[in-house]
């Protein structure tokens, strides 16, 4: 089919130009324009009939005459998966899992379809990125020789969506969507053009049937293969895997959830025999030190529902002519804006230095709680002199330098306390009733400016 013109679209957001840029129009991402037009061309709908039998004219309805029905879930039995899924897997829902290679997207999953399997689903699991042996391998190294997954190694669409119609699973897993691709299309397998297509019709295909698509994609930089940001909009739950290859542990990070909370998170652990969901995660992200070193501070993060301790290191040290602000883990932007509030409002001068800030762990800290622990964690490195033992803060810095409050608190001051902190420097609405005595043991300090915090620590000294 030719080309009626060259469209560039983006492989992050999906968004389009006519001519390629270097730099996206829509997100500002940087080479990820890749020519291919995402919409089918005029007046050539290529799946016309599949529109037409899934589009039956609706009556219309005041919403107190619907009936509001409950959605059927289908827990999967992994403890730590079915939270960040607000409780299972749901009929006819579409769920999209994304992440690194390598980071155990296809392990959780089979573990996941296996357990179901076992509870009596009827599943399918479809695989283009490896051969049915090399999956067979994989549930021979997770203990499970037995497994009766049906497993489809398939990439073409149209054979895919009719298994689906044959077999009628109640879950169905297509690992990966950036592999699956329909003769329909003239654009390149793994082109946003053939992932978007394809998604959309397997999303028809799971609201019209009930089947659940869960739908692996993997986050690439080179822009090669369409990332799965681009089909964020057209799936029920998005979920990310964080961490980082080298550690062992993973969380798994709701994005957006149309039957659940979001932000909610699971932690596991990468073992021999796959992921185990680590049911009390709080105090994993801490490294250990027998003595307290100078740059470091620990934070409490509140993740969904559960308080996470975190340690935030710092190393400030003599740049060049252009001193380098680099951060893992946590904003970059909003690190020199700390910079600059610890300048003005605490005196803390970093100007001609390298700063270099990291979240223990590879996890992903967006909340702003975290910017009195990076500031306390930059002093502490300028100074060269550790917090004591026992130490944390959390709280947001604002430009004016106030200290303002963190939500929930209290849960996070509780979970330091359980796990045997001694001091804590907090937000002064974040402090409990001196009465309170459920954070016994722990000495609490509430400021309410960034150069209150900085006094408090070296009283500490
Ligand atoms: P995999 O699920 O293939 O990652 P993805 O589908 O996200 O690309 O996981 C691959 C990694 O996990 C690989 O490095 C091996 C490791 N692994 C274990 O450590 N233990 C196990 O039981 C399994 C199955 C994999
Ligand atoms: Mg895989």
Known sequence: MAKDKSIFTCTECGGTS???????PSCNAWNTLIEGSSEPAAGKNRFGSVHASLAPTSEVLPLAQIQAADFERHPTGIDELDRVLGGGMVEGGVVLIGGDPGIGKSTLLLQAV???????????????????????????????????????????????????????????????????????LTSAPGSVAQVRECAAHLTRTAKSTGT?????????????????????????????FEGDTHSNFRLIRAIKNRFGAVNEIGVFAMTEKGLKGVSNPSAIFLSQHAEPVPGSCVMVTLEGT??????????????????????????????????????????????????????VGGVRISEPA????????ITSSLRGK?????????????????????????????????????????????????????????????VERIEEAMQVVRGLD
């Open 370 to 377: 975290a910017d009195l622990a990076v500031m306390l964690a």
């Open 306 to 359: 559960r308080p996470l301790l975190v340690e935030i290191q710092a190393l400030v040290d003599s740049g060049g002519p252009s001193p380098r602000r680099l951060s893992v883990g946590l904003d970059r932007d909003r690190l020199a804006m700390l910079l600059a509030v610890l300048h003005r409002h605490a005196g803390v001068a970093c100007m001609d230095q390298d700063v270099f800030v990291n979240a």
């Open 386 to 446: 550790a917090l004591p033992k026992g130490f944390l803060a959390f709280g947001e810095v604002g430009l004016a330098g106030e200290v303002r409050p963190a939500p929930r608190g209290q849960d996070r001051l509780k979970e330091a306390a359980k796990l045997g902190f001694k001091v804590a420097v907090v937000p002064k609405a974040n402090a409990p009733k001196k009465n309170d005595k459920s954070f016994e043991g722990l000495t609490i300090y509430p």
């Open 212 to 240: 659940t698509i869960v739908l692996v994609g993997h986050v690439t930089k080179e822009g090669a293969l369409a990332g799965p940001r681009v089909l964020e909009h057209m799936v029920d739950t998005v979920l990310y």
């Open 114 to 184: 296996d357990s179901l399997q076992r509870s009596g689903m009827n599943t399918l699991y479809v695989t283009g990125e490896e051969s049915g042996a090399q999956v067979a391998m994989r549930s021979r190294r997770l203990g499970l020789p037995d497994s009766q997954v049906p497993v489809l190694p398939e990439i073409q669409l149209e054979k895919i969506l009719h298994t689906l119609q044959s077999r009628q699973p109640g879950i169905a897993i297509i690992d990966s969507i950036q592999t699956v691709y329909s003769d329909q």
């Open 18 to 24: 006519a001519r390629w840029m270097g730099k996206c």
